[in-house]
Nanobody, 124 residues
Framework: VQLQAFGGGLVQTGGSLRLSCAASGRIFGRYTTGWFRQAPGKEREFVASINWSSSSKYYADSVKGRFTISRDAAKDAVYLGMNSLKPEDTAVYYC??????????????????WGQGTEVTVSS
């Protein structure tokens, strides 16, 4: 499966963006999908995840109350709504399908099929 994240861009502090993650090839609608981000010089970190039925959603503490993850089953797409953006949200954002159930939703090792990232820059 090929995952593609898009929707990034340059936004001012306090602004909003909505990222999208779509799959081509195998339908990934039955997988938990996660969003991660990687800032320059830092390790990739968990942002949010959503299971296939949208009944379970998890967020990193740093984005709770500001970011919202959602899924559109009909379009086989996952979204990350980002509000009240801060300069520390600047990073390349990636989406991935969770294929390894031995690890929790926030663990990088639970995911493969990483898509191409999309860059988000928040100016101060």
């Amino acid at each position: 499966v090929q995952l593609q994240a898009f929707g990034g861009g340059l936004v001012q502090t306090g602004g909003s963006l909505r990222l999208s993650c779509a799959a081509s090839g195998r339908i990934f609608g039955r997988y938990t999908t996660g969003w991660f981000r990687q800032a320059p010089g830092k390790e990739r970190e968990f942002v949010a995840s959503i299971n296939w039925s949208s009944s379970s959603k998890y967020y990193a503490d740093s984005v709770k109350g500001r970011f919202t993850i959602s899924r559109d089953a009909a379009k086989d797409a996952v979204y990350l709504g980002m509000n009240s953006l801060k300069p520390e949200d600047t990073a390349v954002y990636y989406c991935a399908a969770r294929t390894n159930g031995r690890y929790t939703e926030s663990d990088l090792r639970a995911y493969d099929d990483w898509g191409q990232g999309t860059e988000v820059t928040v100016s101060s």
